[in-house]
């Protein structure tokens, strides 16, 4: 069965840097969920979309912004990047959860170093 | 504020020993409960789920949990533990009517010989 697919699953980047994380959900999951794991630390809620509009927002930075496309793909675009920026960045999908009692499916996470 | 709190960080065991993670959530409204697997440098896996009906929910790799409204509890069990069980353990609750997951603090289960 297809699953939450992220890339690049591995990226370096310099302080002060951008960078940009993909997210392709499970075929006909609604609702993309962004998550930042830091080291040794329970993950995060970013943000989330549904059908292409923003739906929540958690404790996202203001120097990062992200999206979901018409193919519900998702983006998460990160700028000025600091050395606290490095973590696990996971994405989820599923049917919106305010409806369903679904779970989340994660991708395998996009692994950010920031030097 | 919603909040899930994982009671231990780590919990050590040796192999073929029963184990039990705790977990206590912070509001006793209509909650939908989780418990994900992360092994080393990866992914969240999901270990089980209760939705409704039966309080006691039993999940992939012989892991099973109890919901328990009143104590607004979700404890995670296995009878033997293997060595491979290994792995970071989180804890995870939506709220009726919000969307997202909070995830508890994690628990780290290490398995000795």
């Known amino acids: 069965a297809a699953g939450v697919i992220q890339s690049p699953r591995h990226l370096i980047k310099e302080k002060r840097e951008t960078a940009t994380l993909k997210c392709y959900p499970i075929?006909?999951?609604?609702?993309v969920y962004w998550y930042q794991q830091g080291p040794g630390q329970d993950p995060q809620f970013l943000i989330s979309?549904?059908?292409?509009?923003?739906?929540d927002k958690g404790s996202i930075p203001d120097r990062f912004s992200a999206q979901q496309f018409s193919d519900y793909h998702s983006e998460l675009n990160m700028s000025s990047l600091e050395l606290g920026d490095s973590a696990l960045y996971f994405c989820?999908?599923?049917?919106?959860?305010?409806?369903?009692?679904?779970?989340?499916?994660f991708g395998e996470g996009s692994r950010l170093t920031v030097l | 504020a919603q909040s899930v709190t994982q009671l231990d960080s780590q919990v050590p065991v040796f192999e073929e020993a029963p184990v039990e993670l705790r977990c206590n959530y912070s509001s006793s409204v209509s909650v939908y409960l989780f418990w994900y697997v992360q092994y080393p440098n990866q992914g969240l896996q999901l270990l089980l789920k209760?939705?409704?009906?039966?309080?006691l929910v039993k999940g992939i790799n012989g892991f099973e949990a109890e919901f328990n409204k009143s104590q607004t509890s979700f404890h995670l069990r296995k009878p033997s533990v293997h060595i491979s069980d290994t792995a970071e353990y989180f804890c995870?609750?939506?709220?009726?009517?919000?969307?997202?997951?909070?995830f508890g603090q994690g628990t780290r289960l290490t398995i000795n010989p």
């Open positions: 979309f549904y059908e292409k509009m923003q739906s």
């Open positions: 995870a609750v939506k709220w009726r009517g919000a969307q997202k997951l909070v």
């Open positions: 989820a999908s599923s049917w919106d959860l305010r409806k369903n009692t679904g779970e989340l499916f």
């Open positions: 075929p006909r999951h609604d609702t």
């Open positions: 209760y939705l409704s009906g039966s309080t």
